[in-house]
């Protein structure tokens, strides 16, 4: 075990092959730290599995397995079972990005929902097939350029709207679904540990930048996720039994240029007229999330800019006690 | 006890006495009635296991995979399209060498669509790593599933136990169904190296480049080479602990002077029995292979059995289209390689659950002593004035 920071785990430990700026290896990182070792991690085929485990090199301090790209949740549900039935209540985690959970293994975790598996999957959202070079999945927003979307003359970029995916789970009838970025951390901690207290299948959608996908500079990440949520583009929610149970109210609502125009992949609609119409569709969607989720009056306990000021006290969280490990 | 029971009944007799803790499955028609009786085990408090009913064959070979390598002895049966639905996952649980039994109730795979029995589903995976039984009869089918724990578990390698569709799964048939104690002391307790544990992290499934890629292959293979010995070693043992066994690999019949050999697999033995006694008895020198392990290949047994042979016929109800029959293939390669030029030829037969009675299999025996019109592989009893042209269609 990597004892250099006492204050922290290191169940993902550094020296991992992440880009610079990877919102997936910062939302990771917090997540299983906030779990801890004593707990089985599942993962997904994706950049998360090929980053970490490069070559019979692994960068996890904790049990970890993968097996395909489709089939996390159902391997989940089997790990979880064997414990089970071994009189064992070792938390079991899955860990998937936005193609194995919106679209390949979709199947798979509304089966492990279904069935209550005491699971927690992770979905870690960078809106398209990063690891094999930025294609569109379906949880790529409205109007992106991906490798497979490419605007053209014909084309303003993806087609299709991002599925609704928390609703899509959140219809489950399920204990808990939650969203949230790597962004406002004291949001993401309380949300790991409220689903680390609830028994039963729990869903965790992290939006994590990726600077390479989005085309913006890696030094961007956090504020690029900041904004996702500032202009109600991805509003930070909760769900609990299929009702909303928590909404992170918006201090004030930005303008989605403020998004756009900080990354490449959105750089297309300022180009011409069609773009602007592309842009004021994105808007329009935005605005439809903050009168659904009631965003900009929702009464509760952090807005954005409280959570910020949250998190720049201090380590924001990280200072747990290390735990007596009896390895 | 010897107990009249139906063959899906039968070998989840057999899965019970081995103490799964884990059962995934989704159901398919033939296997249906193998996990309907192990739900109603489990409902009834006679097995204490999860069971896990799973929305996909792909998901129930996951879900099994997952338990494992979470240190639960697992059981998943299917067939046909649900075996070719989990393949990637078939693969995966090889490749990891998780020891894991399966139940294939073999089913012929569409198009078009049909639900009886013959072997292309099973033979369609036989790259996939698992190693292939294919049984006889309901009382091997028992006493294979306990067999099959004990190799998957010595080798760290997963078994497909193939019983055919129907003709098995949903037959009656007086079987012996071993006592709880005895198939405890033949069968060790669960224990998997590398199973997930805190306080043993380990990471299964990393990837791997082409520096390293090939050495894991190549130590699959040659794991499943030094299954062959195990699964002949573990036959053995299983007539001592319990007065039954099934010639490990291969089991021959009437070998003793027979000219002409044929070489099968699975139930259809049964009938081949009944054609050979007929032929012998009208003093045609004939015998009989079945094929029990199809998958480590078992080259020197059948060339063993085969050494005094002067032709071959391989009755198979599977095919590669474009090629020909599988097993035939197979044995033809294995048997160039020993410089024995034996003639084999091969008849496709039972395709679609259409029957192989023994008056058949007399024909082929027949065909292939007599020598003429030799050919690598044709079709038995096919009605070319039935085949559908693309016109009519």
């Known amino acids: 075990m990597d004892t250099r920071d006492t204050f922290r785990h290191n169940v993902l430990t550094s020296g991992h092959r992440a880009c610079s700026g990877c919102g997936e290896a910062m939302a990771a990182r917090m997540v299983v730290d906030l779990i801890g070792p004593d707990a089985i991690y599942v993962n997904a085929t994706g950049c998360l599995q090929v980053f970490t485990t490069h070559n019979q090199q692994s960068a996890w301090q904790a049990p970890w397995i993968h097996s395909v790209f489709a089939n996390a949740a159902a391997v989940a549900s089997g790990v979880e079972a064997a414990l089970r039935a071994r009189g064992k209540d070792t938390p079991v985690v899955v860990q998937a990005g936005d193609g194995g959970t919106f679209d390949i293994g979709l199947q798979c975790l509304s089966g492990m929902i279904e069935r209550g598996h005491d699971v927690l999957f992770v979905c870690y959202d960078n809106e398209a097939y990063m690891n094999t070079g930025v294609q569109r999945s379906s949880s790529t927003p409205h109007a992106v350029r991906t490798t497979t979307t490419p605007p053209g003359r014909l084309s303003e970029g993806k087609h299709h709207l991002k599925k609704d995916l928390i609703s899509i789970i959140a219809a489950h009838q399920m204990p808990y679904a939650a969203t949230a970025t790597v962004a406002y951390f004291p949001d993401l901690k309380a949300k790991v540990e409220k689903a680390m207290r609830i028994k039963g299948p729990r869903f965790l959608h992290v939006l994590s930048p990726c600077p390479l996908g989005w085309d913006h500079d890696a030094a961007l990440s956090v504020t690029v996720a900041r904004l996702a949520v500032e202009t109600g583009l991805f509003p930070l929610i909760e769900m609990e039994y299929g009702a909303v149970t928590g909404v992170m109210r918006l201090a004030r609502q930005r303008p989605v240029e403020e998004y756009l125009k900080l990354q490449g992949r959105f750089k297309h609609l300022f180009a011409d007229k069609e773009g602007a119409a592309e842009i004021r569709h994105l808007q329009a969607l935005a605005d439809a999330n903050i009168r659904r989720y009631g965003l900009l009056d929702a009464r509760t306990e952090w807005d954005t800019d409280r959570a910020v000021q949250a998190q720049r006290q201090g380590r924001g969280g990280y200072a747990v006690s290390p735990k007596e490990t009896s390895l | 006890m010897r107990q009249l029971l139906e063959g899906s009944r039968a070998v989840v007799e057999a899965v019970r006495l081995c103490r799964p803790q884990v059962i995934a499955a989704y159901p398919i028609t033939p296997q249906t009635h193998i996990i309907e009786h192990l739900a109603q085990f ?79 589903d099973s033979m369609s995976v036989r790259d996939a790593g698992w190693v292939q039984l294919y ?26 136990v193939c019983m055919d569709g129907f003709f098995l799964t949903h037959t009656f048939e007086p079987v012996e169904i071993p006592e709880q104690a005895a198939v405890d002391e033949f069968l060790p307790p669960f224990h998997f190296a590398r199973t997930l544990n805190p306080a043993q992290p380990m990471t ?48 021959p019949y009437r070998l003793e002077g027979a000219d002409t050999v044929m070489v099968t697999l699975g139930s259809t033995m049964g009938a081949v029995r009944d054609a050979a006694d007929t032929l012998r008895g009208n003093g045609m020198p004939v015998g009989a292979v079945r094929l029990r392990c199809f998958r480590p290949f078992p080259a020197q047994a059948l060339i063993h059995c085969l050494a005094g042979a002067k032709r071959v016929v391989v009755l198979e109800k599977a095919f590669s289209a474009g090629m020909g029959g599988i097993v035939s293939t197979e044995l033809r390669a294995a048997l160039h390689q020993a410089g024995m030029p034996i003639p084999v030829e091969s008849f496709i037969g039972g395709l679609g659950g259409r029957d192989l009675t023994p008056a058949v299999i007399e024909e082929i025996f027949h065909l292939a002593a007599s020598g003429k019109d030799f050919a690598t592989s044709r079709f038995a009893g096919l009605d070319t004035g039935a085949m559908p042209s693309i016109e009519e269609t």
């Open chain 2, 42 to 120: 489990v409902a009834d408090g006679d097995l204490p296991a999860g069971f896990i009913n799973a929305e996909s064959e792909f998901g129930a070979a996951s879900v099994v995979l997952g338990a494992v390598a979470g240190g639960a002895r697992a059981f998943t049966a299917t067939a046909s399209q649900g075996l070719l639905l989990m393949t990637e996952v078939l693969y995966n649980i090889a490749g990891m060498r998780l020891p894991l039994v399966m139940v294939c109730a073999n089913r012929a795979v569409s198009a078009p669509i049909n639900i009886f029995s013959d072997h292309q």
């Open chain 2, 135 to 160: 049984v006889e009869s309901n009382q091997e089918a028992v006493d294979t599933v306990i067999q099959a724990y004990r190799i998957a578990e010595t080798c760290e390698l997963p078994v497909m």
């Open chain 2, 204 to 251: 299964l499934g990393g990837g791997s480049e082409p520096d390293n890629y090939l050495e894991f292959r190549a130590a699959q293979h040659q794991a499943m080479e030094q299954a062959s010995e195990v699964i002949a070693a573990i036959d053995l043992d299983f007539g001592d602990h319990f007065g039954r066994s099934y010639g490990g690999l291969a089991e």
